[in-house]
């Protein structure tokens, strides 16, 4: 006979198995990629002064965990980040529910979205520091502008693309546009918000450290530009790994947020 709890549990064994198994692979391939790195700098495959070795960085990070610096400015950068990071979602989503409820506003925009998605919004960061000066709110403007035009056409896109069917029927009870966006088109499309968060993971941190690089008197951009100028290219890595962390951990944020949201 067909028992179907012995079924479900078998496929619970192995999607646990899988699970483990991918676990177990990205920690091997990062171990592996340490040990590879350490080995080239001790035996002189790589130049250590320019690449440095996961065992310098480890020492650097301790020094400067002792004098508190690393962790100023991981918080001066994290701060930047999740304030441009939530500007962002929360304009792009908001505009995006504006241009899909007028349809004459989201064909004239259409062109433009396309040219300011396009133009490489770095660019903009020295007239913005001429425009707010050399402070905080340009280099989170920096952070805004970057992850802002995705959003709405990411979100957009998705608002446009719900199930007609479905907005048909809510016309056919009666239901007001309001009713069509709140009940079907921003519940429909939740999967894609998430996906535009976590894109803007990614380029707020990339808009805050060019700010940061430009305008930074603290932060991990303005860590980099400075340790690379005095050639402490063993700091410039520590940086760089810490932004890594950073942004993996945001992400999963946003990833944990997600699952508790769907189930």
Same mark, same amino acid.
């Given at each position: 006979?067909?028992?179907?709890?012995?079924?479900?549990?078998?496929?619970?064994?192995?999607?646990?198995?899988?699970?483990?198994?991918?676990?177990?692979?990205?920690?091997?391939?990062?171990?592996?990629?340490?040990?590879?790195?350490?080995?080239?700098?001790?035996?002189?495959?790589?130049?250590?002064?320019?690449?440095?070795?996961?065992?310098?960085?480890?020492?650097?990070?301790?020094?400067?965990?002792?004098?508190?610096?690393?962790?100023?400015?991981?918080? =001066?950068?994290?701060?930047? /980040? @999740?304030? +441009?990071?939530?500007? *962002? &979602?929360?304009?792009?989503?908001?505009?995006?529910?504006?241009?899909?409820?007028?349809?004459?506003?989201?064909?004239?925009?259409?062109?433009?979205?396309?040219?300011?998605?396009?133009?490489?919004?770095?660019?903009?960061?020295?007239?913005?520091?001429?425009?707010?000066?050399?402070?905080?709110?340009?280099?989170?403007?920096?952070?805004?502008?970057?992850?802002? =035009?995705?959003?709405?056409? /990411? @979100?957009? +896109?998705?608002?446009? *693309? &719900?199930?007609?069917?479905?907005?048909?029927?809510?016309?056919?009870?009666?239901?007001?546009?309001?009713?069509?966006?709140?009940?079907?088109?921003?519940?429909?499309?939740?999967?894609?918000?998430?996906?535009?968060?976590?894109?803007?993971?990614?380029?707020?941190?990339?808009?805050?450290?060019?700010?940061?690089?430009?305008?930074?008197?603290?932060?991990?951009?303005?860590?980099?530009?400075?340790?690379?100028?005095?050639?402490?290219?063993?700091?410039?890595?520590?940086?760089?790994?810490?932004?890594?962390?950073?942004?993996?951990?945001?992400?999963?944020?946003?990833?944990?947020?997600?699952?508790?949201?769907?189930?």
């Amino acid at each position: 006979m067909y028992d179907t709890s012995d079924n479900q549990k078998k496929f619970v064994r192995e999607f646990k198995r899988r699970k483990a198994k991918v676990s177990f692979l990205r920690l091997f391939i990062f171990l592996a990629l340490l040990t590879v790195w350490e080995i080239s700098a001790r035996y002189g495959l790589i130049d250590e002064f320019i690449f440095s070795c996961p065992s310098a960085m480890a020492e650097a990070v301790v020094y400067m965990a002792k004098d508190y610096s690393l962790f100023y400015h991981i918080g =001066i950068t994290a701060a930047e /980040t @999740v304030a +441009g990071f939530l500007l *962002g &979602t929360a304009i792009g989503t908001a505009a995006a529910v504006l241009l899909w409820w007028n349809r004459t506003a989201s064909d004239v925009s259409q062109p433009y979205l396309v040219i300011l998605n396009s133009l490489p919004k770095t660019a903009l960061a020295p007239i913005i520091i001429v425009w707010l000066g050399n402070n905080t709110k340009s280099i989170i403007l920096v952070a805004l502008l970057t992850s802002v =035009i995705i959003t709405i056409m /990411t @979100v957009l +896109g998705g608002f446009n *693309g &719900t199930d007609e069917d479905k907005i048909r029927l809510i016309k056919i009870l009666g239901g007001t546009k309001r009713q069509i966006l709140t009940n079907v088109v921003i519940p429909s499309n939740v999967p894609v918000i998430f996906n535009a968060l976590k894109i803007n993971v990614g380029l707020s941190f990339v808009g805050v450290i060019v700010g940061e690089f430009l305008v930074g008197k603290a932060g991990l951009g303005y860590l980099i530009v400075y340790n690379s100028q005095i050639f402490k290219l063993t700091n410039v890595m520590v940086s760089v790994f810490v932004l890594a962390v950073m942004a993996a951990v945001m992400y999963k944020i946003v990833a944990f947020l997600e699952n508790k949201y769907i189930k």
